[in-house]
């Protein structure tokens, strides 16, 4: 049988994938006008966008997600026609079978059409996390690129690059006003600011880079500080300055770590050390402090 999903079923084994493998494929000439966005957790994450025509969904995976700064286009692999029911799916595919991993949907919506050619599709999307108008042009082959034609949803704001570390200073005495201060230790290794957008972290290793799928979908700029324990980097995370779109530099040192700690940021190889409020005198005198560094002191509130 020779139809737009026979790719799709050579590729997978009914038996061994939880996916959908429906034996036939609608002759629908509807348009549609439904599309989802998976988060895949495959050898490498990526998203999938997967738009409704002529019964089927066109599949395109995008290694960096739909792209939200129309200054940035992301490259987006035309793969297999995938079957209408995928619309609603989520699941493991096993590990060594097609596309194995986690897969859930990010994102879903309708769209609208506003052209669609071998090599080039224009289309608005209305979904609860991407909207608007986007247009994915054929390069070479099975790869094309997808491109943002609008400026950035209202409120959002690129990432900010050139950012530098801003550095503790040493000091003789503890702070007059301890209340207004939080206490932090001074870790010993390469202060870092860690960008993490598109599933990726760039960080100088390996270990560190799997930051990004962890965190994915979000998207951050985190000042931390590489720690190696033994053979192992840590990457310590103490600070967030831009989270999904927003700047946090101006906000409190408190709201900052708030929003941190809303992000857990705990794994294998990465971390948010603790801060210490109520004094200095405490942050000196307790026991992880004791085995630490001198203290580096910051400033809570405005
Ligand atoms: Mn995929």
Not at 222 to 231: A, I, K, N, R, T
């Amino acid at each position: 049988m020779n139809d737009r999903l026979s790719d799709y079923r050579r590729k997978r084994d009914p038996k061994r994938t939880p996916e959908p493998v429906p034996a036939s494929t609608p002759d629908g000439a509807a348009p549609g006008r439904r599309f989802v966005i998976h988060q895949h957790h495959a050898r490498s994450l990526h998203w999938d966008l997967r738009l409704e025509r002529d019964g089927v969904l066109a599949s395109f995976a995008v290694p960096r997600g739909v792209p939200r700064d129309p200054a940035r286009n992301h490259l987006a692999v035309h793969t297999e026609d995938h079957p209408l029911e995928y619309l609603d799916f989520e699941g493991t595919i096993p590990a060594g079978e097609y596309g194995g991993g986690r897969m859930f949907v990010y994102d879903r919506g309708t769209y609208d059409t506003e052209k669609w050619r071998d090599d080039e599709v224009l289309i608005v999307l209305h979904g609860e996390r991407v909207s608007g108008r986007y247009v994915l042009f054929q390069t070479s082959g099975k790869d094309w690129m997808i491109h943002r034609m609008e400026p950035p949803e209202p409120g959002w704001a690129p990432m900010p690059s050139g950012v530098r570390p801003m550095l503790s200073t040493a000091g003789k005495r503890l702070p007059a006003n301890d209340a207004e201060w939080a206490f932090e230790l001074a870790w010993a290794g390469e202060r870092r600011l860690a960008p993490v957008s598109g599933g990726r972290a760039e960080l100088p290793f390996r270990e560190l880079r799997a930051l990004g799928p962890a965190l994915a979908p979000t998207e951050c700029l985190l000042d931390g500080v590489v720690v190696e324990f033994g053979p192992e980097p840590v990457f310590m995370a103490f600070d967030l300055l831009w989270l999904d779109g927003k700047s946090t530099m101006d906000l409190p040192y408190s709201a900052r770590r708030d929003l941190l700690l809303g992000l857990d940021v705990n794994g294998p190889n990465w971390q948010t050390p603790p801060h210490f409020t109520g004094g200095g005198r405490f942050a000196v005198h307790s026991p992880g402090a004791a085995k630490g560094r001198p203290t580096r002191p910051r400033k809570v509130g405005p």
